[in-house]
């Protein structure tokens, strides 16, 4: 088992940065790919980042490329999302996903609880 929390998000003015952390416990962090997801209002979550455990390679979703940065610190336990350059589309709960392997594969394993983030126009 693997407990996800997440916390950074606030509320930020269009042009923003926030960066979001997701501290991981249970078992063995550096055996699990991390990403990250969002959920605006009546919309479906979807796929935001993520960085693989074995050679740090990162995804991005088209949306965020280039203002999105995902980076991991295996000897915390942590996985950060820094973005730069909010846009109100932005807004969104965000989560944490963990997937048991050494590359990210979508099928996630464990959830975050969420944390807002808020981008005022």
Do not use: H
């Not at 999105?68 to 610190?73: A, G, L, N």
């Amino acid at each position: 088992q693997v407990q996800l929390v997440e916390s950074g998000g606030g509320l930020v003015q269009d042009g923003g940065s926030l960066r979001l952390s997701c501290v991981a416990s249970g078992r063995t962090f550096s055996s699990y790919s991390m990403g990250w997801f969002r959920q605006a209002p009546g919309k479906e979550r979807e796929f935001v980042a993520a960085i693989n455990w074995s050679d740090g390679g990162t995804y991005y979703a088209y949306s965020v490329k280039g203002r999105f940065t995902i980076s991991r610190d295996n000897a915390k336990n942590t996985v950060y999302l820094q973005m730069n350059s909010l846009k109100p589309e932005d807004t969104a709960v965000y989560f944490c996903a963990a997937r048991r392997g050494s590359r990210w594969n979508p099928r996630v394993d464990y959830w975050g609880q969420g944390t807002q983030v808020t981008v005022s126009s």
